[in-house]
């Protein structure tokens, strides 16, 4: 069937070589440029990847530093303020400050005291450290002293609300608070002081800057970004509050520049004292890198932005180069191509020639192979294969055509056994004809008895098996045997060589066994029995024999399902009309002994026993129930 498949093709001829060039041409040159173009585009985004990560490294750097350079800031003026809250004047002036507040008796030279002091603290060295001083009531927020005396009796509503600490030394931004910064931002340097017989701190000590020095603390920060590397007019640095402010300090200008309500994406990111990169779309809508770094307790990060098309600018050059290279290949891969192509295909036309009388069946065409170099080794391969092909072709004809007979086989064998209505006719048939159909040794089929701990042979071939049935021949499920281990498990399993496996039960019946296989018995996995074959032959059973013996098994546990339902269906029907026959006789009889003596009567008829005795026993006898007045026992025999 094969070889007429094959040789209904035609014979293949080959196209002529200038065409076969062109088609090499159009297979060579996506094999060249698809490497060159990943290439290119592994080194364009390589060379991204290198320009990323090196600037990535100089803007954490720099932004690092940044950090250093505003907590140095911050913590200079915080040791100011720690100092001065020491200092014993001040403690003492602080006390009266809040002794003036709380009876309202104002002492105008006092005050001026207290202020004088405060603006002695706003420098150190000639270095202007604080735009403002303030002296605020920790428990109200009542400013008790100012540089600015307006401010003195408000309520500084940073403190009342918890932005300004009144436990602990910190460093905070303010935006828009009434009184340090209204519409703007501050930074809020803040110390507690507790007073003379204080017990818990009862003021605070805050230093603000805001305004032009707050410009010049955020040019000092921008400068870095030049001293690390990166040049300063290529970015801009910028801090972000939570939730929505962003300051700015543009360019030639010397206050900052607040934007409130400017969801930044740094927000969403978290609060870690290691700086980190992050790729976005700034404010105005220009993708930018950005490097940040959140500074701890002041809900605060700075970040450092640099466009990414200035990054990535120098990448631009290799686009031509790309180009170039791409079409020197394609014009160098056609020459090749056409010129090697007559050198090249002329050897191929044995080898085609082969293909084709292949292709027709010709099995013992074979290809010169006197050629030494790698089109004989070529040539000699292809006559290998072809042997091979021989073989397998005439191999699997006859392994088709012995498949095809066993399914034919195992279809006849079904057919058989499933119009047997009667289940010991349907076991001893099956039994028969796998034997003879499949030539076997001995076959049999083990039904488990009612308690299901046993297999019963309840069919099986030859005088051998009327002897083994004869004597009620059993195998306990789980036994030392291939039968137990199968009903145990309820998987098939072959004895290749009965005398190797440990579980293979010997029989001095059946001496000639070299091997054997066993299949379950199921119905929707519950155990029936198993289907037991067995061989003259050592190594008898292949998967396929396996699987076709299966489906017999799977075929036969059906009918053997279905003849079992058809005479429990039969009992019953014999028991009903059984019942119904005795009720029908008894029907309108009043006399108890005629009662009883037409039921033995028709319970000796249905059952063939030879004496069947109905009896019932009174209160007398000890029985539970009351029988009609007089009587205390009747009794009919049949």
């Not at 309500?261 to 700086?275: D, M, N, Q, R, S």
């Amino acid at each position: 069937m094969l070889r007429r498949r094959a040789a209904s093709q035609g014979s293949l001829r080959p196209t002529s070589r200038e065409s076969l060039g062109r088609k090499l041409a159009l297979v060579l040159l996506p094999l060249v440029l698809v490497p060159l173009l990943i290439m290119g585009a592994t080194a364009y985004f390589r060379s991204r990847s290198i320009l990323r990560e090196q600037m990535q490294a100089q803007m954490t750097t720099t932004t690092r530093s940044q950090v250093e350079v505003l907590a140095a800031w911050a913590e200079t003026r915080e040791q100011r303020l720690v100092l001065a809250s020491q200092r014993l004047e001040l403690l003492e002036l602080a006390f009266t400050a809040m002794q003036m507040a709380s009876t309202g008796r104002i002492d105008v030279s006092t005050r001026n005291e207290v202020r004088a002091e405060l603006e002695g603290l706003q420098s150190q060295s000639g270095v202007r450290l604080f735009t403002d001083l303030i002296l605020v009531r920790a428990q109200d927020g009542q400013v008790l002293s100012a540089t600015q005396s307006e401010w003195e009796g408000q309520e500084l509503t940073s403190l009342t609300r918890g932005a300004i600490s009144v436990r602990e030394v910190g460093t905070v931004p303010v935006y828009d608070d009434p009184l340090l910064s209204p519409g703007g931002l501050a930074i809020a340097n803040s110390v507690p002081m507790r007073t003379p017989l204080a017990v818990t701190p009862d003021v605070v000590l805050v230093g603000v800057n805001s305004g032009p020095p707050l410009g010049q603390m955020l040019s000092s920060v921008q400068v870095f970004s030049a001293q690390r590397g990166v040049r300063a007019e290529r970015g801009k640095t910028l801090l972000v509050v939570r939730p929505d402010i962003v300051i700015t300090l543009g360019a030639f200008a010397i206050e900052p520049i607040v934007e409130a309500g400017a969801a930044h994406p740094v927000v969403t990111t978290l609060e870690t004292e290691e700086p980190d990169t992050l790729e976005y779309n700034d404010l105005a809508g220009v993708a930018v890198l950005g490097a940040y770094q959140w500074m701890p307790g002041w809900n605060l990060a700075i970040v450092y932005e640099i466009p990414q098309d200035q990054i990535y600018a120098g990448l631009a050059t290799l686009a031509p180069f790309t180009a170039a290279l791409i079409l020197a290949a394609v014009v160098f891969t056609v020459v090749v191509v056409i010129v090697a192509t007559n050198r090249l295909l002329r050897p191929l036309g044995p080898l085609t020639e082969f293909a084709g009388r292949i292709s027709r069946g010709d099995w013992d065409y074979r290809v010169p192979d006197a050629s030494q170099d790698e089109l004989g080794i070529l040539a000699r391969t292809f006559n290998r294969m072809a042997d091979d092909l021989s073989g397998m072709y005439r191999s699997l004809e006859a392994r088709v055509e012995e498949r095809t007979r066993q399914v034919r086989t195992a279809s006849e064998v079904a057919r058989a056994v499933i119009s047997t209505p009667n289940l010991e006719d349907l076991m001893r048939r099956a039994v028969e004809l796998i034997r003879d159909r499949f030539g076997y040794y001995h076959a049999a089929i083990f039904l488990l008895d009612d308690g299901g701990e046993n297999a019963v042979l309840r069919a099986a071939t030859g005088e051998v098996g009327a002897a083994l049935i004869a004597r009620g021949h059993t195998l306990g499920v789980g036994s030392t045997s291939i039968i137990g281990w199968v009903t145990s498990h309820n998987e098939p399993r072959v004895a290749s060589d009965v005398s190797r496996d440990p579980i293979h039960f010997k029989s001095e019946l059946l001496p000639g066994t070299r091997s054997e296989a066993a299949v379950p018995l199921q119905v929707g996995g519950r155990v029936l029995g198993a289907l037991d074959v067995q061989s003259l032959e050592a190594n008898a059973f292949n998967p396929e024999d396996l699987a076709m013996l299966q489906t017999l098994a799977d075929q036969l546990s059906a009918a053997i399902q279905n003849a079992r339902l058809a005479q429990t269906s039969a009992l019953a029907a014999d028991r009903a009309r059984l019942i119904t026959e005795a009720t029908t006789q008894m029907a309108g009889v009043l006399d108890m002994n005629r009662v009883l003596e037409t039921a033995a009567s028709v319970l000796h008829r249905a059952l063939g026993q030879p004496e069947i005795i109905v009896r019932l026993v009174g209160p007398a006898d000890g029985g539970s129930r009351e029988g009609p007045p007089g009587l205390e026992e009747s009794e009919a025999e049949a």
